[in-house]
């Protein structure tokens, strides 16, 4: 009987937590398409002109759900494999997603190898995607496909040298002991490892750049019903790949160089006069009523009544979110760690996507041989650079007793030099060679 | 317990029928895929063994790499004709049967002559074993680390050479 | 806890399969697909001895395998395509068969910015000889 009841557990759980995820990355790529456009849109672009809202939004995404749902139940083997082969992509983004742990014990999958698991559910997407096109269509311009997996793969090896600084500071690869190890030694490995953070940002940027422009285009080019071109679910569902693929790069990105679910001055500790309730906890519940307050007069002023409706969501979910940050304040400090860890989690994963669309919008576009070989020839290098000048500070820091703050000073002084020296060298080559116009 | 016997059945059932529809695809990228199936099977055992760097690094190296270098390449390169593919080497029969044969019975002589002797019970490993892994990687065995750098090397050679004559 | 054993036992019907694989089919790619399931079901019994005797070692050695594995298949797969002529890629297919030019499929396919089209021409010119 109590055998019954551990797997009957075990299933229950794995099946909500899978739900949950889905759920939240659904509305994680819906909160990303509407901010890629009214950041377009900001910027005055011509494609931004008719602006997709949020109920625009949630509508194409139901007619992609339902396109998707009509692969499934199809019998012929035509459609049932492209839409397999979505899956695949789709389903390894759960998976990597399900492994970032969002506080001290808010976690679905607790893996001591996370990021080393990240980055191979990362490759099944790629897998995903490849399959999907190859399938649906069979005369498909498959070097496009190749290039753009090229393109993924050469970055994410950039990024995965990025990374790595922040696996010599903390001695682990495992997502929750390296942000132990940024709570131990009281800095972000941010300040530790800059230009680590920077080539990151520069790779994830540059190899998520075509993949997941489709989702900014407009409705016009996919036809006026998405679903009744043959194999034409997989071009939502290749852009929502792209976008469950920035948001776990924005979940990495927080938990390696921004501390993850630790607030900003994790180690400062002061008490309110009298009370248990630490001074800076209670930042969260008044930013989410400064929110509400905020949102509220926002809809009240609102001409439109769609804008209105939203705002006046906005504002609930907001107070919500305050009663929630605020009541918690009073219960065991075990459960501040679990809500507020992972309110923080969120905040600086929706600053890094906002940052990272925000630079997305201001940097040309660029043909494929050009990021493929500034990959190579410079951030590749400047990489692996970058990991023999963070563990020399390191040693610097344990051996000579170097002040953090000079040793890493020093070390990001020399990776800059060298990586401007290479820079020089990319360009002088590039004009020798007379390739690019 | 209970949950690890149903675990390990269902990943090991999977990855036996997977293999098994594998080598028997007439379609090469079915079997690609079906390669796929099989490695996350294994990687799944592997996890069940707490063996948590070699699943991490399995999904990595076998089922990234390697598999989406066949599926690549297939979908690339191979000509349509050339992707239905159900001819056998029929010649080969003959010997495969032996081959088997020969393994089959090696196990159950392995099997007979260790008769009376008991398996050791499976050892718990620390389940945190990655530190470990780590340790011997880079301190008790790195001259074996460092070798394996050597057919690496020697494949980066070997496939610049093969692009360079082709592009030549 | 399950017994060692039966971890052998799906590495050994693994390691048969892969070998049958490899020793029956005709095709090259169905060959190194093949090998590399033998790989695979060697390292599911490295992997139990390892846990059998509570050390690391024998992830060691699979992590080794691996490795060469996966260089392995870069290496074969060169191999095989350069001695099967395959070099060609698949944009060859640009060229509008005619037959190819009146099925839905065809015209339904992804019509591709007009830089891409342009550089993959070009990509498919420089390859040919």
């Known amino acids: 009987m109590s055998q019954a009841l551990e797997i009957l557990k075990a299933i229950a759980v794995g099946f909500l937590g899978a739900i949950g995820v889905v759920a939240f990355l659904l509305a994680g790529v819906i909160w990303v398409s509407v ?3 009214r950041i377009a849109q900001s910027l005055g672009s011509e494609s931004a002109q008719d602006a997709i809202n949020l109920p625009e939004q949630l509508q194409r995404l139901a007619l992609s759900l339902k396109s998707y749902m009509r692969g499934l139940l199809a019998q012929d083997a035509g459609r049932f494999l492209p839409w397999l082969a979505s899956l695949i992509s789709v389903a390894a983004g759960v998976i990597a997603f399900a492994s970032l742990s969002f506080g001290p014990a808010v976690h679905l999958a607790d893996f001591n190898t996370g990021l080393i698991f990240i980055f191979g559910a990362g490759f099944l997407a790629i897998h995903g995607e490849v399959l999907a096109r190859g399938f649906s269509v069979q005369n498909a311009p498959l070097a496009g496909l190749a290039r753009n997996a090229m393109r993924v793969a050469s970055f994410e090896a950039g990024a995965a040298l990025a990374l790595v600084s922040g696996v010599i500071l903390s001695g682990s690869i495992s997502l929750k002991q390296i942000v132990a190890a940024q709570l131990d030694q009281g800095a972000w490995f941010f300040f530790l490892a800059p230009v680590g953070f920077l080539l990151y940002l520069a790779s994830s940027i540059a190899g998520i750049d075509t993949v997941s422009r489709p989702l900014a285009r407009t409705a016009v080019e996919c036809g006026e019903n998405p679903a009744d071109r043959p194999g034409a679910f997989r071009w939502p569902f290749g852009s929502l ?6 948001l776990i790069g924005a979940g990495l990105a927080t938990t390696v160089f921004w501390g993850g679910w630790l607030r900003p001055f994790a180690s400062f500790r002061d008490h309110f006069a009298g009370t248990p309730v630490e ?3 209670a930042m969260p519940p008044l930013a989410m009523a400064a929110t509400a307050v905020y949102c509220r007069r926002v809809a009240s002023s609102e001409k439109d009544a769609v804008r209105k409706q939203l705002m006046s969501i906005a504002s609930a979910i907001s107070a919500g979110l305050f009663v929630i940050l605020a009541g918690v304040l009073f219960a065991p400090p075990a459960a501040i760690a679990a809500v507020h860890g992972a309110f923080w989690f969120l905040a600086k994963m929706a600053v890094y996507i906002y940052g990272f669309l925000w630079l997305r919008a201001r940097i040309p576009q660029f043909r494929f041989g050009r990021p493929i070989r500034a990959a190579w020839n410079f951030l590749i290098p400047l990489a692996a650079i970058n990991v023999v000048a963070v563990a020399a500070a390191l040693v610097t820091r344990e051996r000579w007793d170097w002040s953090p703050a000079l040793s890493t000073l020093v070390m990001t002084a020399i990776a800059l030099g060298i990586a401007i020296w290479l820079a020089l060298h990319d360009m002088s080559q590039t004009t020798a060679y007379g390739v690019e116009p | 317990m209970f ?6 059945d269902f990943f090991a059932a999977i990855a036996a029928a997977s293999a098994l529809a594998m080598v028997t695809r007439r379609n090469i990228l079915h079997a690609a895929i079906l390669l796929l199936a099989t490695l996350l099977a294994i990687g799944g055992i592997f996890l069940q063994l707490q063996a948590e760097y ?3 690094a399995q999904l990595l190296l076998f089922a990234g790499g390697v598999v989406l270098l066949f599926v690549l390449v297939v979908m690339l390169l191979v000509p349509e004709s050339l992707r239905q593919d159900a001819s056998f080497n029929w010649k080969n029969y003959v010997i495969s049967a032996l081959v088997l044969v020969a393994l089959i019975e090696i196990l159950a002589l392995v099997w007979a002559r260790h008769e009376g002797t008991i398996w050791p019970s499976v050892a718990a490993l620390p389940p945190n074993n990655t530190g470990a892994m780590g340790d011997a990687l880079f301190r008790d065995d790195l001259l074996a680390f460092e070798f394996a750098s050597v057919p690496l090397l020697a494949t980066i050679i070997g496939v610049v050479m093969l692009a360079k004559r082709r592009t030549e | 806890m399950i017994p060692v054993e039966q971890y052998l036992v799906l590495g050994l019907v693994l390691f048969l399969i892969g070998a049958g694989g490899a020793l029956l089919r005709r095709n090259p790619v169905m060959i190194l697909m093949s090998i590399e399931l033998m790989l695979a079901a060697v390292t ?11 050390a690391v070692n024998g992830q060691l050695f699979s992590i080794f395998i691996m490795a060469d594995a996966a260089a392995q298949t870069a290496l074969a797969l060169g191999i095989v395509v350069a001695c099967k002529g395959w070099a060609r890629p698949a944009t060859a297919t640009r060229s509008e068969p005619a037959e190819m030019a009146d099925s839905a ?5 992804e019509q591709p910015v007009a830089a891409d089209a342009e ?7 420089r390859l040919q000889p």
């Open chain 1, 35 to 37: 901010m890629d456009r």
């Open chain 1, 241 to 246: 790949g792209a976008t469950i693929h920035l």
């Open chain 1, 279 to 281: 001074l800076l906890d």
């Open chain 2, 3 to 8: 949950l690890d016997r149903l675990l390990f």
């Open chain 2, 54 to 56: 070699a699943f991490a």
């Open chain 3, 44 to 54: 599911v019994n490295l992997i139990a001895f390892s846990r059998m005797w509570g």
């Open chain 3, 105 to 109: 499929d065809y015209r339904n396919r």
């Open chain 3, 119 to 125: 550089e993959a021409d070009s990509y498919a010119e």
